[in-house]
Each structure stands twice: as C-alpha cells, then as structure tokens.
C-alpha cells in the first residue's frame, strides 16, 4: 500500500455478521470527507460485505490485506 494516512482504526476483531458493518457504517458517520478508516476484522464474510458496502455508500476501498486469518481494509470516506 503506498502512503495512506490512516485516520482512525475499528477493531472488529472475533465479532461476526452483521457487527463489522455496523460498527463499520457508525465509524464512518463520526469521519470528515477524505478520511480514511482502517477496518480490522477476524470473519471471513467481510471479504464480500465491505466491498459490497462500499458500492453501495459510495466510500472507496483502498485496500484489503490478510495475514494469518487478519483481514485488514483501509477505506476513504467520499461521501
């Protein structure tokens, strides 16, 4: 990943669907435009969940990243 700033980070971390969303879409309400959010997550099924809720609010996924069953998402804050 090339230099991004995370602005804030959500530790999801063994909490399971529907939480990361959840969690993920009050963060982003607390964020100014162009902010980014670091997502840290444990379920699997945010692999298709964040991207799918990116579409869908308009946000920007920057990047998705796994290390030893740790999924790690930076997404940037359009609208």
Known sequence: M?????TTTLDTSGKCCPMPIVETNKAMKGLAIGDILEIVATDVGTRKDIPSWCGRTGQTLLSMTEEKG???????KDR
């Not at 090339?2 to 995370?6: D, E, I, P, Q």
């Not at 740790?70 to 940037?76: A, I, N, P």
């Open 70 to 76: 740790v999924l790690h998402y930076h997404v940037r």
């Open 2 to 6: 090339n230099a991004t700033t995370v």
